[in-house]
């Protein structure tokens, strides 16, 4: 049986699934290439803009790391918002290719560095650096939020810290430090965000 061919507004849909539009900073509007990656869910734009009215003015002059980049939605709208550098982590090879292609396309290679590596490999071998804003937005369902949590306390987060949690809303977060302190929390769809304050 022969299969209808896409609607004009699947297409649509599809080309726009494609493409990371960064909201805001010195590159507000520009759009860069998205991997075609199974699983890979970039923070819907709402969340985003949230997330970075919360934030916004810790960023200026802010070391960062993005330890689940995938489509890079968070560690670009960073750098494009005034940070001073980034360190983009993720498993896929494909991934940190496509995120080295479009970081030279923003002309932003000397304010970022990209690791093709598990996360929690890369917390616990590569000698720490502080970090002000951290953002974690881990593959749901996969238990990685309990391993990489105390990794950061070893010497990865400054003095005081933020960091930003993504995951899906029916599971539990895993034990907190005592000194990480919630201060914002909002629910999308089946996703629920918060953001620490981390202050040793």
């Known amino acids: 049986m022969k299969k209808n061919p896409p609607s004009n507004a699947a297409n649509k849909s599809k080309a726009k699934a494609s493409k990371l539009r960064i909201i805001a900073g010195e590159w507000r509007s520009r759009q860069v290439p998205i991997p075609n990656v199974e ?3 970039p923070t819907p734009d709402r969340v985003r803009e949230t997330l970075f009215n919360w934030i916004n003015h810790h960023i200026p002059g802010a070391v960062c790391g993005d330890l689940f980049c995938g489509s890079g939605a968070l560690g670009l709208e960073a750098l494009s918002r005034g940070a001073k550098h980034l360190t983009f982590v993720d498993n896929s090879r494909v991934v940190s290719q496509q995120m080295t292609a479009n970081l030279a396309t923003l002309g932003a290679t ?3 560095k990209v690791i093709a590596q598990n996360a ?3 917390l616990d071998t590569v000698t720490p650096h502080a970090m002000d804003i951290v953002f974690l937005d881990p593959p749901f369902r996969k238990g990685w939020l309990a391993q990489i949590i105390p990794l ?4 990865w987060l400054a003095s005081r ?5 993504e995951m899906e809303k029916e599971a539990a977060l895993p ?3 005592a000194h990480w ?3 914002k929390e909002k629910n999308a769809g089946q996703l629920v965000y918060r953001l620490f304050d981390i202050n040793k």
Do not use: M, N
């Open 181 to 183: 302190t919630l201060i």
């Open 161 to 165: 810290a933020l960091v930003y949690i």
């Open 175 to 177: 034990a907190l430090p």
């Open 110 to 112: 000397d304010k970022a």
């Open 152 to 155: 950061l306390e070893k010497g």
């Open 120 to 122: 929690a490999v890369f």
């Open 39 to 41: 699983g890979l869910r």
